[in-house]
């Protein structure tokens, strides 16, 4: 790891700049689209729906399910954003530019980081005024609702590097979203009470890292918690060093981007 008095500053700047640039030249992809998509959960799950179920938890099924959608949309883009920007950097070669740049490997990871995390945090916000359009957003703890999504974007941030090292054709970087990250993110617990279910499911799900991820950022909107709360945070910490640790050390041996 590098000291922070040598962190080169204006580098991390300018590889920022360019991934913000790069969302920005397609926006319909990458916020307009995601923001339709959670307009049309929240009105159809959290509006229509919910107005004929009764309350969950002393709260309205609006309230309940709209940490869940937020939760869906940080991970989705995070991880899209890292995965395809690394991917195409070493399908266009255009990474060799970036290796022999003014940046350590830690600037480097820092600097996509900072851009899933940057597109995440973005759609994110815009899912949260969407819903004041239904007055469903509220903040019980801001300060472990900036934690959760913080946190959860940078662990998908750095999943999506691993895929963007790892995938060798663009459909392989739909591969993990489409078979496990969607599908656990629902499976745990953005639109049900883990106490809706059998109590053998109730077991499984608590296996599942993606309902401590829903459940603690549902906890820090609305005040209502399902799981073990220090638990979730070990889980989240321990992630967030394994996985930047590991692509540290596949940049370091330069695994895929280096011929």
Known sequence: MIEINNMNFIGLQTFLSREVKRMMRVVVQTLISPWINAGLYILIFGYVVGSRIDLISGVSYIDFVLPGIVMLNLIGSSYMHT???LYFQR??????EVLIAPLSYVEIIFGFVLGGVTRGLIVGFGVYVL????SAASVAH???FI????AVSIIFSLIGLLVGLWAEGFEQLSILN??????????GGVFNSVSMLPEKAQVLVRLNPFFYFVDGIRYSMIGISESNITVGLIMILTLIVGLSTTVWYLFKIGWKIRN
């Open 142 to 144: 801001f300060g472990l």
């Open 131 to 134: 819903a004041l359009i239904f």
């Open 83 to 85: 995965s395809s920007s």
């Open 178 to 187: 489409t078979f496990f990250i969607t599908p656990l993110t629902f499976l």
């Open 91 to 96: 399908f266009a070669r255009h990474i060799e």
């Open 147 to 150: 934690f959760y999504s913080l």
